[in-house]
């Protein structure tokens, strides 16, 4: 693997998964493998997990790393070609990707999506001026589309929670107060076709995801309907992708409650976290037997680790 920006990067899934169960079967094995190299975790946007399941992914196998918070004492970065730098950005990500790469054998990069331009968020800038500049491989760390190192954890977790054949995966729509990046929906969806779920996705109308993750996806307006008989339901809040980055509703009528899950087939509760409790999901389900969040939250060290370690096989 070169690079882990998506799903598309994985090219032999069940080399993945065999290094999915080598990890969960023995962290501690392979110390040798990140010897004398080093890694720089790159972020324009607040983390808690994403930033301590990557440190401690990289400590399991001996690779040192470095984390810079690139707003906190960097230089302001232009990404945009030919620009006349004489405002406020000071450098351009083709030498600060450069030399960044020169230091350093792995880079993760956090950008969230802006939520102002469509286009421009879509088109992914600041993953893929890294790709091209850098010259080492780069990890997303959630950029303005996708969270694939989420997106393995979650695959990871339903795997280890899943009692039979083709479970039921419901990704529910919820409410928040503030606008989302719809990253985390995306990349869950993007990954749902290499799984042998199913997958029913619900939100409310105007909630439509990118036709790129949803096109191959049972989709409705009915949450009670999605929820019945679900095994998994995943829950997340994201803004509006037709009107971009709007937030349409508040109300509370898409609230993930103890009345829903009944509705369920004793569901697992899944959220990527940091959640907003008692808006996105009532604490009779998060805190119930049947919410996952902590495991969850655990295999990103498991994804992580596994991420690391197939970029460092072949690097
Ligand atoms: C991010 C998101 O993409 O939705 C990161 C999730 C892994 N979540 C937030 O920014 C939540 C912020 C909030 O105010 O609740």
Known sequence: ??????????????????????????????KALGAG??????????????????????????LDTVVFDINQGGWQLEMADGTVMNG???????EA??????????????????????????QE???????????????????????????????????????????????SWAPHPRALPQAVAN????????????????????????????????????????????????VKNWSSYQEYGQVLRTDDEWIINKDKMQLTNNAHFMHCLPVRRNVVVADQVIDSSNSLVIPQAAHRVTAAQTVLELLLDHA
């Open 37 to 62: 190299k080093a890694m720089c975790l790159i972020f324009l946007n607040a983390s808690l997990r994403t930033r301590l399941s990557t440190q401690r992914a990289a400590m399991n196998i001996g």
């Open 125 to 171: 800038t600041i993953v893929q001026q890294f790709k091209k500049y850098a010259g080492v491989p780069i990890i997303s760390l959630e950029s303005s589309v996708r969270h694939p190192l989420q997106s393995l954890t979650d695959l990871i977790t339903i795997e280890e929670y899943r009692k039979k054949e083709c479970p039921k995966v419901v990704l």
């Open 88 to 94: 406020s950005k000071a450098e351009h990500v083709k």
């Open 187 to 234: 990349s869950f969806l993007e990954w749902m076709p290499h799984t042998d779920y199913e997958v029913v996705l619900t939100h409310p109308a105007g909630y439509e995801l990118a036709n790129e993750f949803t096109q191959e996806i049972r989709t409705t307006t009915n949450q009670r309907e999605a929820l019945q008989g679900a095994d998994f339901v995943y």
């Open 97 to 122: 990707a450069a030399v960044i790469g020169s230091y350093y054998d792995l880079i993760g990069i956090r950008a969230f999506a802006q939520l102002k331009d469509r286009d421009e968020d879509y």
């Open 1 to 30: 693997m070169q690079h882990f920006t998506s799903a598309q990067d994985i090219k032999d899934w069940s080399l993945l998964w065999q290094k999915v169960q080598q990890v969960k079967d023995d962290s501690q094995g392979r």
